[in-house]
């Protein structure tokens, strides 16, 4: 029984340890590669760091080879991983240290001076060329026998409600039963080419971490940049052979919104994931049309249940303004639909709360916060442990299958009425000229604000005489406000906050 992640890569070393495991352009690593350079890491940790066991160490790189071999590095020293985005504000990243309090962070030398303005007093453990970490002698590896698999594996950040970001602790455990879950029901194996989209601090990289190392499938680390070209990433996913795709949906919109599939086709296409947000019908139908014979699976789950807790394998037509199902529970998940007397919802909505080992062990050093959504099994008759409260309102739909409504905290009293933000970018999406949009509620003016992204030319008055054939006139937006783009942030997301910002 795997009870610690290095596991999966000391197998792939005793069985395939030629296969390429990770590339990145024209760089190439095997297993065997691979599992030298994190051997030789966990060691400089080790020799480096007397001492440090199942404690916190940073990782603040450039995403790349050196970012990957890092992490697992981290995780055979026998202490947790905990990655930075580099370009992240210098006040939020001053929050994380003095939040961690770490003794060792891995960087690159263009970023000690960085650090060091910052006042990180600790180790610095300074990595520019993996090759010089490719050899096979591993001194001095303490520690990391003394992991258990409910010990953490990775902390990431996200964003607090008061400003000050929550570090959410995941441990090995959430991570394999998730993962092996994964490979073993969507059929994973080791012919699959995974091109990855996330950064490594987000939580949608999971999966393409360590895929690889259960199934033996092999890791591309897509350049960032070629996000913005969608043409040049097209050509770069065949010329890598890349077969499968997980991706935010903002990152598989940037191909369909002007359809560039009409001049460049990926080639052997197996499966497509998508998850952390919405995707719109009107661009998954998009993908379903050019590529028939591809899986296409959407997923669901916040950072707190270690990727991914439902999952729905797409098995047939939506119209642009239905709603995708989020489907039924991963597996080793429990899920619940509760109302606000805790009592259980079979019909109409509810939030959802999470059970089962995919949940995190908490937010670091934050104990009220952690006791505020991690709490007590309300139907303790039956289950003794701790569920997750996720804040997103769901309900089951004829088949049984959960449907993503909206999030507490973008539903909004507004002249009297509930509503769901969701269900008007819903409606939104029904128009055919609509490629991106965002809803957002301006608290100070009390307005609801529609911010578009269109492939053809059509007016806010248009927009809003086509809405309201289609939902309430208290629904309708006070403003429709068309943009070339939509901001994104780091995590490929759309940038709420930054509308929120321009509505004042």
Same mark, same amino acid.
């Given at each position: 029984?795997?009870? *610690? ?15 390429? &495991?990770?590339? %990145?352009?024209?760089?190439? =690593?095997? $297993?065997?590669?691979?599992?030298? /350079? ?15 066991? *199942? ?45 961690? *309090? %770490? ?10 001076? /960085? ?37 953490? %594996?990775?902390? =990431? ?6 400003? !000050? ?14 993962? +092996? ?6 059929? $994973? ?7 990855n989209q996330a950064p490594f601090y987000f939580d949608a990289s999971m999966p393409d971490i360590y895929t690889p190392l259960v199934c033996g499938a092999t890791l591309d680390i897509i350049p960032e940049m ?35 599939? &009409? ?10 994931? $998508? ?10 139908? !998009? ?15 916040? @950072? ?13 037509? $939506? +119209? ?49 916060? @952690? ?8 139907? *303790? ?46 409606? %939104? ?18 307005k609801i604000l529609l911010y578009c992204v269109v492939n053809e030319v059509i007016s806010p008055k248009e927009i809003y005489a086509a809405l309201k054939e289609k939902i309430p006139k208290y629904m309708l ?9 939509l901001p994104l942030n780091a995590n490929g997301k759309v940038d709420r906050a930054s509308l929120r910002g321009k509505s004042k």
């Amino acid at each position: 029984m795997i009870t *610690n992640l290095t596991q999966y890569l000391d197998r792939q070393m005793e069985n395939r340890p030629k296969k390429i &495991a990770l590339q %990145a352009g024209e760089e190439r =690593l095997s $297993f065997e590669d691979v599992f030298n /350079c994190a051997k030789n890491i966990a060691a400089k940790i080790n020799i480096g760091c007397e001492g440090i066991v *199942n404690s916190p160490i940073i990782i603040f790189c450039e995403k790349g080879i050196i970012e990957y071999i890092s992490l697992l590095g981290v995780l055979y020293s026998g202490n947790y991983y905990v990655p930075l985005d580099v370009k992240m504000p210098e006040e939020r990243i001053n929050m994380i240290l003095d939040c961690l *309090n %770490a003794k060792v962070v891995i960087t690159e030398e263009k970023y000690v001076g /960085c650090l060091k303005r910052l006042g990180f007093l600790g180790k610095y453990l300074i990595l520019d060329k993996w090759e010089d970490l490719n050899y096979v002698t591993h001194e001095k590896l303490e520690g990391r026998n003394s992991i258990i698999d409910c010990d953490p %594996a990775y902390i =990431l950040f996200t964003s607090g409600s008061t400003g !000050v970001p929550k570090g959410v602790v995941i441990s090995h455990r959430a991570v394999i039963d998730y993962i +092996e879950w994964q490979c073993d029901t969507l059929k $994973f194996d080791e012919d699959v080419v995974l091109g990855n989209q996330a950064p490594f601090y987000f939580d949608a990289s999971m999966p393409d971490i360590y895929t690889p190392l259960v199934c033996g499938a092999t890791l591309d680390i897509i350049p960032e940049m070629l996000f913005v070209f969608p043409n040049k990433l097209i050509e770069y996913i065949n010329k890598q052979k890349i077969n499968v795709l997980i991706w935010v949906p903002s990152a598989l919109i940037t191909i369909t919104s002007k359809d560039y599939f &009409a001049e460049n086709l990926i080639e052997g296409l197996r499966m497509v994931m $998508f998850c952390g947000e919405i995707m719109p019908n009107k661009h998954l139908n !998009v993908w379903r049309r050019y590529y028939p014979e591809t899986k296409f699976v959407n997923l669901y789950g916040p @950072t707190e249940a270690a990727y991914a807790c439902t999952y729905y394998e797409v098995n047939r037509k $939506f +119209e642009d303004d239905e709603i995708l199902p989020i489907g039924r529970p991963c597996g080793n998940t429990g899920i619940m639909v509760l109302d606000e007397s805790n009592h259980l919802v079979y019909s109409g909505e509810g939030e959802l709360c999470i059970r089962g080992t995919c949940l995190s062990n908490g937010y670091y050093r934050n104990r009220d916060k @952690t006791k505020e959504v991690f709490v007590e099994n309300p139907l *303790n008759s039956v289950y003794y442990d701790l569920i997750y409260r996720t804040g997103d309102i769901v309900r089951y739909n004829e088949f049984g299958e959960l449907e993503y409504i909206g999030r507490k905290d973008f539903q909004i009293k507004h002249m009297g009425y509930r509503i769901e933000l969701g269900e008007i970018e819903m409606a %939104a999406y029904g128009l055919r000229q609509m490629n991106m949009c965002c809803a957002i509620y301006d608290d100070e003016r009390r307005k609801i604000l529609l911010y578009c992204v269109v492939n053809e030319v059509i007016s806010p008055k248009e927009i809003y005489a086509a809405l309201k054939e289609k939902i309430p006139k208290y629904m309708l937006p006070a403003e429709i406000i068309i943009k070339e783009k939509l901001p994104l942030n780091a995590n490929g997301k759309v940038d709420r906050a930054s509308l929120r910002g321009k509505s004042k």
